[in-house]
């Protein structure tokens, strides 16, 4: 019901799309030696899956209508540029990186421009439970060199100027905004 569903956010919206923000995620502590077969198929039909077949789906209509300057923004994770060092979910991350990459290339011609943003560890529920810090503040966490977790904010006020005009010119890239972890 993919199409349904996207036609639904067109009415929604007044008849078009102009931005899409895949930003769904299935965070686990799953590694290569925990991950089973049902865990792999749910961590990859939401944190890949789902954003390709998405993507593809407002994709091909903007460029049927022939609509320009629209924008998809992935978020992703630091883990995407990390490389695999926790199994499925880096995983699933890291062909965002790649996705972004190949869709930005082949979709600028056409007036959409495609980014991804790819935050460290982010003051949120799901990341409250995994790592047993308090998500309502930024919490300390020494092993970021800015001694702290980001606060939502920071990562929101990113894919607004991704969205803006101001970007324009930035296209097929990944953002990493981790406090610097990644660059150990």
Do not use: H
């Not at 799901?126 to 060199?145: Q, T």
Request: hydrophobic fraction near 45%.
């Amino acid at each position: 019901d993919l199409e349904e569903k996207v036609t639904q956010a067109e009415g929604l919206l007044g008849g078009g799309i102009d931005i899409v923000v895949n930003n769904a995620g299935v965070v686990t502590g799953a590694t290569l030696d925990t991950l089973t077969l049902e865990l792999w198929d749910e961590i990859m039909a939401v944190n890949a899956k789902a954003v390709v077949f998405l993507t593809r789906e407002v994709i091909r209509r903007w460029i049927a209508k022939g609509e320009r300057g629209k924008k998809i923004i992935m978020i992703m994770s630091q883990r995407g540029v990390l490389g695999v060092r926790d199994g499925p979910y880096g995983m699933s991350k890291w062909g965002l990186v790649g996705l972004t990459r190949g869709l930005g290339y082949l979709y600028a011609p056409y007036g959409i421009i495609v980014n991804a943003i790819a935050p460290g560890v982010v003051a949120t529920e799901p990341i409250s439970r995994l790592m047993l810090v308090d998500s309502s503040d930024n919490a300390y966490l020494d092993r970021v060199p800015v001694g702290r977790i980001a606060i939502p904010e920071e990562i929101a006020e990113l894919a607004i100027f991704l969205m803006s005009d101001a970007a324009n010119y930035i296209v097929g890239q990944t953002i990493v905004c981790d406090g610097g972890y990644s660059l150990k």
